[in-house]
């Protein structure tokens, strides 16, 4: 019979879980009727859940920002789409 007593615990496996990213801070920047200045951040996205409307543009990774001094207004479109303007 072979028993064996250890001091110690064994080494305990490795798990393929247990990580996490941190969230990327999407979302509204400026809320409606709020003022804004040009170049200013309105809404961050991952596509077009916001569509840009007048005087807004849209970055490369699809976030809107103002293109001149103004009023925040969101706005619904269509059906069922929304959009940003600044006036």
């Known amino acids: 019979m072979n028993?064996?007593?250890?001091?110690?615990?064994?080494?305990g496996g490795s798990t393929a879980n247990g990580r996490d990213s941190a969230g990327r801070r999407l979302g509204a920047k400026r809320a409606d009727g709020q003022s804004i200045t040009t170049g200013a951040i309105i809404y961050r996205q991952r596509g077009t859940k916001i569509h840009p409307g007048e005087n807004v543009?849209?970055?490369?990774d699809d976030t809107l920002f103002a293109l001149k001094d103004g009023v925040v207004k969101f706005e619904r479109f269509g059906k069922d789409k929304k959009k940003v303007s600044v006036y």
């Open 57 to 60: 543009g849209r970055g490369g």
């Open 3 to 11: 028993l064996q007593f250890f001091s110690h615990h064994k080494g």
